[in-house]
Each structure stands twice: as structure tokens, then as C-alpha cells.
């Protein structure tokens, strides 16, 4: 696919590509290998300072003084930086940002039909990822070591849908066009500019993460269902077989796409370490109106294969370090807290681990046996059973008030995994109780929330 080098809907195009270094390929095209594209376009100098004043005129000889020199002209206005532009852009289309979206893929698909067979039939939940992802990494512009983190781990997850190289100057086209038609009071030539250097930077960093992860991995495994177990009504954990070697990490998670829902991908975590035999175990709980999660639990039985994209997500455990772990897991978040357990206890290393193992009610705590009979095998693991409104002999109120009630807790790493609320009160009350935020690790919110959507 060509490059495009059409204008924006506001007549920028030949502007930004020529601020852009006037590259043959257009306004996104691939440039070398371990290069960004071009460079960002030029702007004038900032915070010049002003030329000193002159000097006093000196008096003639006149019966009254001459008047005042007048002031020097003050220097040229400070330009905003290209950061600054992309902020300002963003900070007017947030009120709209669905209206933006939406303008968004309607261009995308006019201009690229053959595009819209990369994503699922219907849009509800994939509909606003791509375009809120674009506009998370141009909010790290200046960032580069979060920029390029969190575009090589989207870079490599975008082959399972299987982006190519050549589709991402359609994407780009339309992200132009979405922000130029919907941002008339920041728009112009100097914010495309600076739109066009991110995005060129963003597409290259993805391009290039993609390139290097196909050398080494698949874009996706095939699993077979080899054990579909009911644990409640809307519960189950499912164990799969990969069709190959599945490397991961105990605490990270993985996407899920079932031959019902094509290309319709959620997350969910390991809930072991990895095994000796291969299999891999997630705990899945439908929601209403959760495609995957309903087919997982209800539809799938063993024999069925499904899809597996690349392992992902840091919430794993630092072996070299001794401090103890406070791991909190909410619903089907208690999963990859099981993992850690098993990931500490085969390192053979006696480190303090503190589980609190909450849900709304007594009948959500379903795999309270499992963590129970872990506690007798290991002396350092405690296990604590906590609801929002429990029996007697069962903490009560939820987990961030029972971690208040226990601790101290300043020598312990925090583990987090469950619903968004809980996750966020989790953190503000370990905040509040002293562990530091870079002590803190917990999958991302926004994929949590993708994941129960």
C-alpha cells in the first residue's frame, strides 16, 4: 500500500510533509532500520532571550530633557513545543472523543475498505483501543524509555491481528484527518506538524518491535481445551494444550480468542507457574455481555482449540530481592496470585508471602481450598479469606481495610490483580500506608477493563 499523500481534511497535508523532511514515501513512510521515520519537523527557537537595552540617550544641550528612549522591541513569542501541541490537540478533543473515534474508523474504512476485515464484526469494545492507544503514546512523546516500553509490547501484540507494516500510513492518514476536522481551535499547520513527527515515531518503534518478535515467536499459538472445569455457575478454569513452546513468566497474562468470536481478543492471566508438562490454566468468569468470557464458560468443551497471542505484563516476582510479598486478589484475580505462590515456592526461597483473597460474598471465594492447602504446604504463605459482607471468622469490609488491620507492611513488595475498583482503592491504600509506588505492580487498568468489558 502507498504511502499516502493526500492533504488533511483542512488543507495541512503538503505543509506537514514538508515539515516532515520532504521523505519520497509520504507523510509515515518506513524509513531504515533503527531509524524513526524522519525527524521531527523543525520549529523556531524557544525562549530567546530579548537583546539588552541600549544605552540612555545622553541630554542635548537643551532647555528640557528629550524624551525616553523608547523600550526595545521584545523578542520573537516563544513557539510551543511539539509535546505542548499534542496536549493542547487532545485537551480539545477529549469532551468529544467518541465523536472523534467514530470520524475516525469511518475515514479509515472509506479510504482502506480492505482494512476493516483486521477487525472484529462488531466494534463496541475494539472500536475505541487503536485510537486511545494513539493518543496514550503521544502523551509520552517526551518519555522515550515509556514510549518505546509500551509501543514494543503493542507493536508485538498487533500481529496476532496481523498488521503489516504497509497499513500503518492508513492509520495515520486517518488520525490526521479525525484530529484536523475535530480540533479547529489548536489545528494547523504547526499541530500537524507535530502530530505527524509522533505518530511517524510511534508507527516505526511498533514496526520495527513487530519485525524482531517475528523472528523469534509466532504471531499467535493454537491451544486445544484439554480440561473445562465449573468451579461456580459463571466460573471456570480452563486448561489448554499449546501447539508449541508457550515461554512466560509466573504473574503475566496472555489474550484469548475463540473460533465463536474471530477476532474479538481479551486478557487473562496465568493461573500457575509454568509447568513441566506445558498446559496453561485460566480462570474465566462471565460477564454480561462478554463474548469471550460467555464462550469460554458456557460454550467451550475439551476438544475445542482456541487462540493464544504473546505473553505480557511485569507483575512478576524479583528473585534476587528478599523482601516479602503482599498479594492481593480479587474474583478470578486471585489466579495469577496462585501463580506467584507456586513461582516463589520453586525458587526454594523461605520470603514472607501475605495473600488476601477477597469477594463480594462467600460463595465468590471459589477457589479458597486450593490457596488453603497451599498454606499447609508451605509455613511462610498466609492465606487470608476476605468479603465485603462475610460470616462470622471471615474478614469483613473488604481488602484495603483488612490490609489496614494487618502489616506492617513497608518491607514487602504489593501484588494486585482483580477488578479496576479494587485495584485502585487497593493502591491508594497502600499509598497511603507508605510502600512506594515503584513497589506497587498491578496489570494495567485500561486492559483490565477491556477484559471485562
Given at each position: 500500500m502507498e504511502a499516502p499523500t493526500t492533504p488533511s481534511a483542512d488543507g495541512y497535508g503538503s505543509a506537514a510533509a514538508a515539515a516532515a523532511g520532504g521523505q519520497g514515501g509520504g507523510w509515515f513512510g518506513r524509513g531504515p532500520k533503527g531509524e524513526h521515520g524522519p525527524q521531527r519537523p523543525g520549529y523556531p527557537e524557544t525562549g530567546r532571550s530579548a537583546p539588552e537595552s541600549p544605552r540612555p540617550?545622553?541630554?542635548?544641550?537643551?532647555?528640557?530633557?528629550?524624551?525616553?528612549?523608547?523600550?526595545?522591541?521584545?523578542?520573537?513569542?516563544?513557539?510551543?513545543?511539539?509535546?505542548?501541541?499534542?496536549?493542547?490537540?487532545?485537551?480539545?478533543i477529549e469532551p468529544i472523543?467518541?465523536?472523534?473515534?467514530?470520524?475516525?474508523?469511518?475515514?479509515?474504512?472509506?479510504?482502506?475498505?480492505?482494512?476493516?476485515?483486521?477487525?472484529?464484526?462488531?466494534?463496541?469494545?475494539?472500536?475505541?483501543?487503536?485510537?486511545?492507544?494513539?493518543?496514550?503514546?503521544?502523551?509520552?512523546a517526551e518519555?522515550?524509555?515509556?514510549?518505546?516500553?509500551?509501543?514494543?509490547?503493542?507493536?508485538?501484540?498487533?500481529?496476532?491481528?496481523?498488521?503489516?507494516?504497509?497499513?500503518?500510513?492508513?492509520?495515520?492518514?486517518?488520525?490526521?484527518?479525525?484530529?484536523?476536522?475535530?480540533?479547529?481551535?489548536?489545528?494547523?499547520?504547526?499541530?500537524?506538524?507535530?502530530?505527524?513527527?509522533?505518530?511517524?515515531?510511534?508507527?516505526?518503534?511498533?514496526?520495527?518491535?513487530?519485525?524482531?518478535?517475528?523472528?523469534?515467536?509466532?504471531?499467535?499459538?493454537?491451544?486445544?481445551?484439554v480440561a473445562?472445569?465449573?468451579?461456580?455457575?459463571?466460573?471456570?478454569?480452563?486448561?489448554?494444550?499449546?501447539?508449541?513452546?508457550?515461554?512466560?513468566?509466573?504473574?503475566?497474562?496472555?489474550?484469548?480468542?475463540?473460533?465463536?468470536?474471530?477476532?474479538?481478543?481479551?486478557?487473562?492471566?496465568?493461573?500457575?507457574?509454568?509447568?513441566?508438562?506445558?498446559?496453561l490454566s485460566f480462570h474465566v468468569k462471565a460477564v454480561p455481555a462478554g463474548w469471550v468470557s460467555n464462550a469460554l464458560v458456557h460454550r467451550a468443551r475439551t476438544g475445542d482449540v482456541i487462540r493464544l497471542g504473546p505473553p505480557a505484563g511485569s507483575m512478576t516476582v524479583d528473585h534476587n530481592s528478599s523482601?516479602?510479598?503482599?498479594?492481593?486478589?480479587?474474583?478470578?484475580?486471585?489466579?495469577?496470585?496462585?501463580a506467584l505462590v507456586e513461582d516463589v515456592a520453586r525458587h526454594g526461597r523461605r520470603r514472607s508471602v501475605d495473600v488476601f483473597y477477597g469477594a463480594r460474598r462467600n460463595n465468590g471465594l471459589y477457589d479458597i481450598d486450593t490457596m488453603l492447602r497451599l498454606?499447609?504446604?508451605?509455613?511462610?504463605?498466609?492465606?487470608?479469606?476476605?468479603?465485603?459482607?462475610?460470616?462470622?471468622?471471615?474478614?469483613?469490609?473488604?481488602?484495603?481495610?483488612?490490609?489496614r488491620e494487618f502489616g506492617p507492611w513497608h518491607t514487602h513488595d504489593a501484588y494486585l490483580s482483580g477488578p479496576p475498583g479494587m485495584i485502585r482503592s487497593s493502591v491508594d491504600t497502600l499509598v497511603g500506608i507508605g510502600i512506594p509506588t515503584h513497589r506497587i505492580r498491578h496489570d494495567s487498568i485500561e486492559e483490565l477493563v477491556g477484559a471485562t468489558t
Open positions: 540617550a545622553a541630554r542635548q544641550p537643551a532647555p528640557a530633557p528629550s524624551p525616553p528612549a523608547p523600550a526595545p522591541a521584545s523578542g520573537p513569542a516563544a513557539v510551543p513545543s511539539p509535546t505542548e501541541l499534542l496536549r493542547r490537540t487532545m485537551a480539545e472523543a467518541d465523536r472523534v473515534t467514530s470520524y475516525f474508523y469511518a475515514l479509515l474504512f472509506l479510504r482502506h475498505p480492505a482494512l476493516r476485515d483486521l477487525f472484529p464484526a462488531a466494534m463496541d469494545t475494539q472500536r475505541d483501543r487503536l485510537f486511545k492507544a494513539l493518543l496514550t503514546a503521544a502523551t509520552h518519555d522515550p524509555v515509556t514510549l518505546t516500553t509500551y509501543l514494543t509490547h503493542l507493536g508485538r501484540g498487533h500481529r496476532k491481528y496481523g498488521t503489516l507494516p504497509e497499513h500503518y500510513p492508513a492509520v495515520g492518514e486517518a488520525l490526521i484527518g479525525a484530529l484536523a476536522r475535530h480540533a479547529p481551535e489548536t489545528w494547523g499547520p504547526q499541530a500537524e506538524a507535530a502530530w505527524v513527527g509522533a505518530y511517524t515515531t510511534i508507527s516505526q518503534i511498533m514496526i520495527d518491535a513487530a519485525t524482531e518478535d517475528e523472528l523469534r515467536a509466532p504471531a499467535w499459538w493454537q491451544a486445544e481445551v473445562h472445569v465449573m468451579r461456580t455457575k459463571d466460573v471456570a478454569i480452563v486448561t489448554v494444550r499449546p501447539d508449541g513452546p508457550y515461554p512466560f513468566l509466573a504473574g503475566q497474562y496472555t489474550t484469548l480468542e475463540t473460533p465463536w468470536w474471530p477476532r474479538v481478543w481479551r486478557h487473562y492471566s496465568f493461573a500457575s507457574a509454568p509447568r513441566s508438562d506445558g498446559l523482601n516479602g510479598l503482599l498479594c492481593l486478589g480479587g474474583g478470578t484475580g486471585i489466579a495469577p496470585i496462585k498454606q499447609q504446604s508451605h509455613p511462610w504463605l498466609s492465606v487470608r479469606p476476605v468479603v465485603d459482607d462475610g460470616p462470622v471468622g471471615l474478614l469483613s469490609g473488604g481488602i484495603p481495610q483488612a490490609v
